[in-house]
C-alpha cells in the first residue's frame, strides 16, 4: 500500500483541531476527514468518525496496525507542517 497523495486545510481559527486531510491510497481510494490536533504540545492524526445511538464515537475508517498508522501519521504530519511553513513565508 503506498499513500500517492496527501490534501490538507489548515484550520482558521486553530483551537485543537489544526487542519483537515484526505489521503489517497495506490491512486484509487480516497479517505476524507483526517484531523490533525493537538493535545498537551503533542501532535497526533484523528481518523475519521461518526457519532453513534449511544453518544459515543465510533472510526468509520482506520488502520489495523501500528506500521500503517505510523506510516499515514507521518505523511499527514509532514504535509502539516509543510503547509505552516508555507503559510507563514513572506508573500512576494
Request: proline share 4%.
Amino acid at each position: 500500500m503506498e499513500i500517492t497523495e496527501v490534501r490538507l486545510r489548515l484550520v482558521k481559527d486553530p483551537g485543537k483541531l489544526k487542519a483537515a486531510a484526505s489521503i489517497t491510497i495506490d491512486d484509487c481510494f480516497v479517505v476524507h476527514d483526517l484531523r490533525v490536533v493537538e493535545n498537551d504540545g503533542d501532535i497526533f492524526i484523528a481518523m475519521p468518525n461518526k457519532r453513534i445511538g449511544t453518544g459515543e464515537f465510533r472510526d468509520v475508517a482506520h488502520p489495523i496496525n501500528n506500521e500503517t498508522r505510523d506510516y499515514i501519521a507521518q505523511l499527514v504530519i509532514d504535509k502539516y507542517k509543510e503547509e505552516l511553513k508555507r503559510a507563514s513565508a513572506p508573500q512576494d
